[in-house]
């Protein structure tokens, strides 16, 4: 009776030997969706780190010294601009002294508005405020600022402040309807000041600043009510926004658009920053906002912008175009440390063209994304970057061949490198098949591998007999 041969053990049949020609043709499997997600944040996270270390390269070495060269930057005109502004917050009594200020040389504020937090407890009353906003009205406008001159000195009065920002009755009929009307509503319908009175009690004192009326006070003591809503006409951080169009008048036709809170501090110090034209056309604040601005933005741009936009372009070509064509198959090194590969949708090799087209384009996206953000504002960049990765994500996970915009526009997959046999393209795929013709099938290979081991196991016993 012919021996029973036993099948394999499977460790053989496992060993790398006996499965060399019996892989499957293009298999190709997926890679699992948790596994490229890491990996492509593992990718990120390299290029991100590897980005930053280029713009710092790019900004200090490269862009601000050719900035520099070519006037772009003129760090004098920025000083300037800058203590400039320091000297009129300083004098225009709106402004506290910033506790941690240490010198010019120092990148904080030199002054700070009454409500940061570093100075806001000194301000708790309202006559803090009145004292500094009738000040700038009184003392700065007319004396102490650099575009002070005799047509303010006539303008802003202490009658000025009275009927302007406390909201007194113009009792002297200097102002006209239009003028008087055009005070924000917070101010015009203010019943809290009054008029000083002389001797007799009866006559208005308009070259004097006002004081709280009767209805505030109690047994000559100012109520505890009053004190509250007095301070809150001054300052109040739960204030409604509103808005103010401001005129210039050394810019035709120009016009600014003011915010503030309905409070008085607000108020002064959003038309301070730009300061409202007088009739003598002077906008003196406005000017040298604009031109402090143009100085930040041109130093931005060459010490900020310009690395950024470099460093972007040179990290992604670096990392998702020239290695994943260097390691062949797409692959970054977030796939090749999870074990993924680039394929086109038929399973065949990637091709070159195909890995620029899967690069370049978010490349381009994010170039065009980043420039708009530039003209408009990069908050606009940060939202459709934001935009894109959740429509990409989704699109991998909710679709149903999982797949990345970029990979959808390409043609091409993700698939698990480990698990998957893949080919150049179709020629090369019939020209494998056509050697394993020649070659012993899966059965006759399988049946000499088992005689094979049986009777090398035989000779093995026959040996130790002897």
């Known amino acids: 009776m012919e021996q029973e041969i036993k099948p394999l053990p499977n460790e053989i049949k496992n060993s790398d030997d006996y499965k060399s020609n019996y892989k499957k043709i293009r ?20 290029a991100l780190f590897t980005g ?50 240490t010198g010019e040389s120092d990148s904080a504020n030199k002054y700070v508005a009454f409500t940061d937090e570093s100075v806001s407890e000194s301000y708790t009353t309202y006559d803090k405020y009145l004292d500094a906003t009738s000040k700038y009205y009184t003392e700065y406008l007319t004396t102490d600022a650099s575009f002070a001159n005799d047509l303010n000195k006539n303008k802003y009065t202490k009658y000025y402040y009275n009927v302007f920002i406390l909201g007194l009755q113009d009792g002297q009929g200097i102002y006209s309807p239009e003028d008087l009307d055009a005070r924000p509503t917070f101010i015009k319908e203010n019943t809290l000041f009054s008029y ?13 600043i006002g004081v709280p009326s009767k209805e505030c006070y109690y047994n000559d003591t100012l109520t505890t009510e009053a004190s509250t809503k007095l ?18 008048a050394s810019h035709e036709n120009a016009k600014v658009e ?44 060459w010490q900020v912008t310009y690395p950024a936009l470099a460093s972007i372009i040179i990290t992604w070509i ?58 408009t504002s990069m908050f606009l960049f940060y939202v459709l970057m934001l935009v894109v990765v959740i429509v990409s994500y989704s699109t991998t996970v909710f679709t149903k061949k999982h797949k990345a915009i970029h990979d959808y526009i ?3 997959m993700v698939i698990d490198s480990e698990k998957s046999t893949w080919f150049k393209n179709a020629q090369e795929e019939e020209a494998y098949q056509a050697e394993l013709a020649k070659v012993e099938s899966s059965d006759e ?17 026959g040996s130790s007999e002897k």
């Not at 298999?27 to 390299?46: L, S």
């Not at 390269?57 to 862009?63: L, Q, R």
């Not at 070519?70 to 004098?91: F, H, Q, R, V």
């Not at 290979?445 to 016993?461: G, N, P, Q, S």
């Open 318 to 375: 670096i990392f998702y175009l020239i290695i994943p064509l260097a390691l062949k198959n797409g692959k970054t090194l977030g796939k090749l440390m999870f074990k993924a590969a680039v394929v086109n949708n038929l399973g065949y090799q990637v091709t070159p063209w195909q890995m620029c087209l899967r690069s370049l384009f978010p490349l381009v996206f994010i170039i065009a994304s980043y420039l708009l953000g530039m003209i």
């Open 410 to 412: 390409a043609g091409t």
């Open 27 to 46: 298999n190709i499997n997926e890679k699992t969706i948790g596994y490229r997600m890491v990996a492509a944040i593992v990718d990120f996270a390299i």
């Open 258 to 301: 003011v915010s503030y809170t309905s409070c008085v501090y607000s108020y002064v110090l959003n038309c301070h920053f730009p300061y409202e034209s007088d009739s003598s056309g002077n906008d003196f604040m406005y000017n040298l906002i604009v031109n402090y601005m143009a100085e930040v933005d041109k130093t931005n741009t």
């Open 231 to 248: 301070f809150a006409y001054f300052y109040s951080s739960s204030a409604s926004t509103l808005n103010k169009t401001i005129s210039l």
């Open 52 to 101: 930053v270390l280029i713009g710092i390269f790019a900004s200090y070495v490269i862009f601000a010294p050719i900035g520099k060269a070519t006037g772009a930057i003129n760090e004098e005109a920025l000083k300037s601009y800058s203590l400039t502004m320091m000297d009129e917050e300083g004098k225009s009594h709106l402004f506290a002294l910033n506790p941690s200020y």
């Open 196 to 208: 000083k009175l002389d001797g007799d009690g009866q006559t208005p004192i308009y070259d004097e």
């Open 445 to 461: 290979r399988e049946e000499r591998l088992t005689r094979e081991y049986h009777d090398a196991i035989e000779a093995k016993k």
